[in-house]
C-alpha cells in the first residue's frame, strides 16, 4: 500500500474544461431554475425562419442573371485568396 501512495501525494489536479458563464448566462439559468421551466426559443418561429431559409437561397439564384452570379463568385473567390493563413 505504501509503494502505490507516493504517486498521488503532489500531483496537480487538472483545470476544468467546462466553459465559463458569463453574467448573463448565470442570470438566465438563476431565473429558469427559480420559474421552473425553460426560456428556450419559440418553436414556431424557429420554423418559419427555416421556411424562409430555405426558400431564401433558390429565390436569389432564380433573380440573378448569369453576369450578376459570376461577378458575385469573384468576388467570393477574390475575397478569399486574399486571405492571410
Given at each position: 500500500?505504501?509503494?502505490?501512495?507516493?504517486?498521488?501525494?503532489?500531483?496537480?489536479?487538472?483545470?476544468?474544461?467546462?466553459?465559463?458563464?458569463?453574467?448573463?448566462?448565470?442570470?438566465?439559468?438563476?431565473?429558469?431554475?427559480?420559474?421552473?421551466?425553460?426560456?428556450?426559443?419559440?418553436?414556431?418561429a424557429?420554423?418559419?425562419?427555416?421556411?424562409g431559409?430555405l426558400?431564401?437561397?433558390?429565390?436569389?439564384?432564380?433573380?440573378?442573371?448569369?453576369?450578376?452570379?459570376?461577378?458575385?463568385?469573384?468576388?467570393?473567390?477574390?475575397?478569399?485568396?486574399?486571405?492571410?493563413?
Open positions: 500500500m505504501a509503494l502505490r501512495l507516493w504517486h498521488h501525494v503532489n500531483m496537480p489536479k487538472r483545470s476544468s474544461k467546462r466553459a465559463k458563464r458569463d453574467d448573463f448566462q448565470n442570470a438566465l439559468r438563476t431565473v429558469e431554475e427559480a420559474i421552473g421551466s425553460s426560456l428556450g426559443k419559440n418553436p414556431a424557429v420554423a418559419l425562419g427555416r421556411q431559409g426558400k431564401g437561397g433558390n429565390a436569389r439564384a432564380k433573380a440573378l442573371t448569369p453576369e450578376q452570379r459570376k461577378a458575385i463568385a469573384q468576388q467570393a473567390a477574390k475575397t478569399r485568396w486574399a486571405k492571410e493563413k
